[in-house]
């Protein structure tokens, strides 16, 4: 588990509708609010099967998250609004990241600010390739993950597998760059 190196650090934000909200490293105290989100989340599942739909299920998967994953999140009012989880691949420097972002919260820029945070903290702790899928359907993530430099790289009719490869940082913050091509 690779939580122990990301940066305690929380950053403010507002929302495209002038409503604050703050973005940090998921901690263990944070598990039951996610819970929470992820109870009142829809649709469920949104893709491949996620979050599940069972409470249950869906407890020993967030459980899972944060046992191997690293985990920011973004908060308003107490609340968790949206999560990113990277699962390392064990094998060489990358891995899979998730993002789900509350219902009542999305179009407002929120995923895209968890996005960026998100990626920064991966970048500092040396990764070099993040990948995820999406529904060949789901426009609004795939037009942000394009704006953020991620490139296609698979797909099939269902979904899409979408790859970024982050530059290490030298300085403040460097930017990102997408795959070459193929």
């Known amino acids: 588990m690779f939580l122990a190196g990301l940066n305690p650090k929380h950053i403010g934000r507002t929302d495209k509708l002038g409503n604050p909200f ?16 992820y109870r009142t989340f829809s649709p469920r599942p949104a893709s491949q099967g996620l979050p599940p739909e069972n409470p249950e299920i ?7 998250l944060y046992e191997r994953s690293g985990n920011t999140l973004a908060r308003r009012d107490g609340r968790i609004i ?27 820029g929120v995923g895209t600010e968890l996005m960026r945070f998100s990626l ?22 795939i037009k942000l993950y394009r704006k ?35």
Request: proline share 7%.
């Open 22 to 37: 703050e973005i940090g490293i998921g901690r263990v105290e944070d598990f039951q609010t996610l819970l929470e989100m």
């Open 58 to 64: 869906c407890k020993n998967w967030v459980k899972k």
């Open 82 to 108: 949206g999560h990113v989880s990277l699962i390392p691949d064990g094998r060489s420097k990358s891995g899979e990241l998730v993002i789900f972002v509350h219902q009542d919260d999305r179009n407002r």
């Open 120 to 141: 920064e903290e991966f970048t500092r702790l040396g990764f070099e390739l993040i990948w995820l899928t999406v529904r060949v359907s789901n426009f609004i993530p």
């Open 148 to 182: 953020l430099g991620f490139e296609f790289c698979d797909m099939d009719s269902y979904e899409r597998v979408m790859a970024i490869k982050l530059t290490p940082l030298s300085g403040p913050a460097g930017p990102n760059e997408p795959l070459p091509a193929k």
